[in-house]
């Protein structure tokens, strides 16, 4: 069964995603170039790109944010140190998956490392979680112990 394809596929972009998609790939694989949509399919894995750069900046921060958790709110550690530990692990898990799946983005995650760190800190004090006072306004954790599943700051 060969897939029905649509010539005017900036329409069906518009309409149904999901099928122009695989129209898109249907076309790819049939070698019908000139059927491709390529303005919106250039457009589509730029996108992607950004998506997977800011995915990696998103875990980064939250990884960031339970590590300052984990090291400076004491009055809740006893309490909720398992939880961070696990959400930490989470976090690791899925960074470390995207950075395997695209070795590219590894440079990304060390240029941002410190602006995510900065962004953790405004999360945890805007939050009055922690006093800005406590934490160090250079990372108090490297890049590598931020992906190390084995590495926590606990005292």
Known sequence: M??????????????????????TAQQLKQKKFSFVDLENLIEEIES?????????????????????????????????????IMEITTFRISIN??????????PYFYDNFEKCYKNAIKIVTKKGIIDRSLIPLTPFVTPEQALDDDWFPIP
């Open 97 to 106: 998956e995207r950075l395997a799946d695209s070795p590219s983005l590894k």
């Open 48 to 84: 992607m790109g950004r998506s997977e750069r800011r995915a990696v900046e998103s875990l980064l921060i939250n990884i960031l944010v339970h590590l300052l958790k984990l090291a400076y709110w004491e009055s809740e550690r006893d309490r909720n140190a398992n939880h961070w």
């Open 2 to 23: 060969t897939a029905k394809t649509y010539p005017f596929s900036s329409v069906l972009y518009e309409q149904d995603y999901a099928l122009w998609l695989e129209e």
